[in-house]
């Protein structure tokens, strides 16, 4: 007689199955998703609908703090695990990670900042959204490297750091296709920014799984841009004060964020283990 539970296999074996996923398929979905956030940002301001900026700002504040506990709990840890003894390497590379994104976004490029751009006689000036532009997508380059090689390295670190970085792609987005607007550039070319941003995470996910052998090098390379990402990039936009002064909600978000963070890698621990 045929077994009458058919149907979802029991939970350990969903667990397996989950696991045994293809990873690139993995990798295609949280791409996508990524991206996909990106793109709704850049939907948010030429969409015409004001945007509650101070939203915004809590998702930028919520997003740091999150990142900021990834990098430290979970991705420096399993850095140190995977080298073993001297750290001297893959700490030097998280630095070079960290400087790497100093580099485009603050050396090459006169004018970058997160959040909406309101500088438009700033960004008049010939060049300087073209190269914003461009220093925000080599960062969301390593936004894609980060997520695959943590995916490479375990589910849980790619899960873990897929949540870290969607969080702020939506402000990404934002900023990006603000960026444009402030040039004086018309929706349409707002929106092309946006893509190639998004194309550019994507891309950083698939060239990593393309050379996943080299995965011991990306997982702190990628940690470095994360952390200057969440450290330099969000929280200055969490700080800056408006005409009230700072705002006290978004700055207690960080915290929020990496509690939040602490208790995903709880429930990870315990649901993946
Ligand atoms: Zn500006
Ligand atoms: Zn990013």
């Known amino acids: 007689m045929p077994s009458l539970t058919v149907g979802l296999p029991p939970p350990a074996d969903r667990r397996a199955v989950f696991r045994q996923m293809n990873p690139l398929i993995q990798l295609i979905g949280f791409g996508l998703l990524a991206a996909t956030g990106n793109i709704i940002g850049g ?9 509650s900026q101070r939203l915004l ?3 930028i504040a919520l997003g740091a703090g999150f990142m900021l506990a990834a990098v430290f709990l979970e991705v420096i840890p399993e850095v140190a695990l995977q080298w073993q003894g001297s750290l001297i390497i893959p700490m030097g590379l998280v630095l070079m990670g960290y400087l790497l994104i100093q580099f485009v976004e603050h050396t090459i490029a006169p004018h970058f900042h997160f959040g909406e751009e309101t500088h438009s006689d700033e960004m008049m000036r010939r060049g300087v959204a073209t190269t914003a532009v461009i220093a925000l997508s080599v960062h969301t380059f390593f936004d ?8 490479l390295t375990s589910f849980r670190l790619g899960l873990l750091l897929f949540i870290a970085i969607l969080l702020h792609k939506i402000p990404e987005g934002f900023t990006v296709a603000s960026i444009a ?15 190639l941003i998004a194309a550019a995470t994507f891309a950083g996910i698939v060239l990593t799984f393309a050379v996943q052998p080299a995965v011991k090098l990306t997982l ?54």
């Open 43 to 51: 939907f948010l301001i030429t969409g015409s609908r004001a945007t």
């Open 57 to 59: 700002r809590y998702l």
């Open 144 to 151: 894609g490297v980060a997520i695959a090689s943590g995916l």
């Open 220 to 273: 702190p390379f990628s940690a470095g841009v994360t952390l200057y990402v969440a450290a330099s990039d969000l929280i200055p936009e969490v700080n800056r004060k408006g005409h009230k002064g700072a705002d006290l909600g978004a700055s207690l978000l960080v915290f929020a964020g990496a509690a939040l963070f602490y208790l995903a890698h709880l429930m990870l621990h315990g649901a993946l283990d």
């Open 181 to 195: 607007l402030a040039s004086g550039r018309g929706n349409q070319a707002a929106m092309r920014a946006t893509s």
